[in-house]
T-cell receptor
Framework: EPEVTQTPSHQVTQMGQEVILRCVPISNHLYFYWYRQILGQKVEFLVSFYNNEISEKSEIFDDQFSVERPDGSNFTLKIRSTKLEDSAMYFC????????????FGSGTRLTVV | RKEVEQDPGPFNVPEGATVAFNCTYSNSASQSFFWYRQDCRKEPKLLMSVYSSGNEDGRFTAQLNRASQYISLLIRDSKLSDSATYLCVVTLQGRRALTFGSGTRLQVQP
């Protein structure tokens, strides 16, 4: 079964540092997403990306965040100048065009900011 | 008011029991509805979509009441492997972003 792959599985970073979380979506999917889940809280939408541009973003996704598809397979989330409250599980997901039923989530990157 | 509201539980039930979860959503423009399952510290996984006519997948039955803005999930003949957090999820018309509830935790006991 096709998978969304995320690396690393766990990242520890110092407050104020930049981090890049990496994802390899399913190859024939065209929509890509980032979600986050702070420990003990609900899963929250950050951003969706289609046709090399952001198609939707939440109010959480401020100037501190950016996304990029640097090549034909990777999809990255960059967090500039991390804060303690950025500590969370970050999930990447992908889906086919026109099919919200078809979301596949990666297993997540646990980001710990110290 | 929360966009998607669920009873956090936990629901502790014996194996073989029938258990029902409810969910309400606040935005009448919500278009698509789902139940996801999340195991501890793992990614959400789609359990089933929810349609106005109601739908069933094995031991799982989902119902949608648009007038009351209410979604339900019924699990029959609970198995130990059903222990997880069940997430109610909606999307707004024309949008792809998923809005998650906080989840209802189910613990099935032997």
């Amino acid at each position: 079964e096709p998978e969304v792959t995320q690396t690393p599985s766990h990242q520890v970073t110092q407050m104020g540092q930049e981090v890049i979380l990496r994802c390899v979506p399913i190859s024939n999917h065209l929509y890509f997403y980032w979600y986050r889940q702070i420990l003990g809280q609900k899963v929250e939408f950050l951003v969706s990306f289609y046709n090399n541009e952001i198609s939707e973003k939440s109010e959480i996704f401020d100037d501190q965040f950016s996304v990029e598809r640097p090549d034909g397979s990777n999809f990255t989330l960059k967090i500039r100048s991390t804060k303690l409250e950025d500590s969370a599980m970050y999930f990447c997901a992908s889906s086919e065009v026109g099919d919200t039923n078809g979301y596949t989530f990666g297993s997540g990157t646990r980001l710990t900011v110290v | 008011r929360k966009e998607v509201e669920q009873d956090p539980g936990p629901f502790n039930v014996p194996e073989g029991a029938t258990v029902a979860f409810n969910c309400t959503y606040s935005n009448s423009a919500s278009q698509s509805f789902f139940w996801y399952r999340q195991d501890c510290r793992k990614e959400p996984k789609l359990l089933m979509s929810v349609y106005s006519s109601g739908n069933e997948d094995g031991r799982f039955t989902a119902q949608l009441n648009r007038a009351s803005q209410y979604i339900s999930l019924l699990i029959r003949d609970s198995k130990l492997s059903d222990s997880a957090t069940y997430l109610c999820v909606v999307t707004l018309q024309g949008r792809r972003a998923l809005t998650f509830g906080s989840g209802t935790r189910l613990q099935v006991q032997p």
